[in-house]
């Protein structure tokens, strides 16, 4: 499978990008989820995430087009952990194994290069497929928070995976 992580630069925007941001199908489990954004603010995201070196943004790049993002954040040298989020924009990529195949391939990147041993992700406890991917990666469960986000108008939980390197 030819899937690449390329960490994002501005000029890496496309209208493709533009319109998976503003699709609540692709950003329902996300922090963008109803939210709708400019091309400036989508901009200004990758250059803060470019230049801040606490937190990589990679595009997901397969048959060389980018049909998603996987980002690394809130990297704490010192413990060497970091937090993972992840999206697919391209709904006819879904479910091919790409996301299981990055988060892997991001994993071991982090791990060679910055040292990190602790992986966390946060999901809705309502999303069964992110659920399943952490899972099948190793991630284990290391906690809820109770009714943390609003979803569609309701109150959420959100469960912590975490993920240890050795």
């Not at 928070?145 to 469960?159: E, P, W």
Request: glycine share 4%; proline share 1%; net charge positive.
């Amino acid at each position: 499978m030819n899937i690449k992580l390329k960490e994002l630069k501005p000029r890496d925007f496309s209208t493709d990008y533009f319109q998976w941001i503003n699709n609540n199908k692709v950003m329902q489990f996300t922090s963008f989820e109803n939210k709708k954004t400019t091309r400036k603010n989508i901009i200004n995201y990758i250059k803060s995430n470019y230049t801040d070196k606490h937190n990589y943004l990679f595009g997901i790049y397969y048959q060389n087009k980018h049909i998603g993002n996987i980002k690394a954040g809130n990297i704490n040298y010192n413990h060497k952990t970091c937090e993972l989020s992840y999206f697919l924009g391209d709904l006819e990529n879904r479910r091919k194994g790409i996301m299981y195949k990055s988060i892997i391939r991001l994993i071991d990147q982090l791990h060679k290069s910055k040292k990190l041993l602790k992986f966390t992700a946060y999901t809705y406890a309502i999303n069964k497929p992110s659920i399943k991917l952490l899972t099948k990666i190793g991630f284990k469960i290391e906690g809820r928070l109770k009714r943390h986000h609003n979803y569609n108008g309701k109150r959420r939980d959100i469960l912590i995976f975490s993920y240890l390197k050795n």
